[in-house]
């Protein structure tokens, strides 16, 4: 993930948070590999975890995410920490 920026004067500073400060894990998994839909009145796959996360997650560029809702992929975000 920080391998990009590794040549970079902060990459060391980041580095070492990684080794010595607490983690949170995340085990991004699909129970099933489908669910119904109500509306299709079918199954559809699920789209993979990791996907699904981005989604919610939002983009990377902060201009960018002022206008999107990582859900509904338009409208300003909930909160601004900015």
């Known amino acids: 993930m920080f391998y990009p920026y590794k040549e970079e004067s902060f990459y060391a500073d980041i580095e070492e948070h990684m ?16 669910v119904w839909d109500e509306d299709k009145g079918e199954d559809v796959k699920l789209e993979s975890p990791i996907v699904r996360w981005k989604q919610l997650l939002g983009n990377k560029d902060p201009e960018v995410a002022k206008t999107e809702d990582p859900i509904k992929g338009t409208g300003p975000p909930a909160i601004s920490i900015l």
């Open 19 to 34: 080794m010595t400060a607490d983690s949170i894990v995340m085990l991004l998994i699909n129970k099933v590999d489908k």
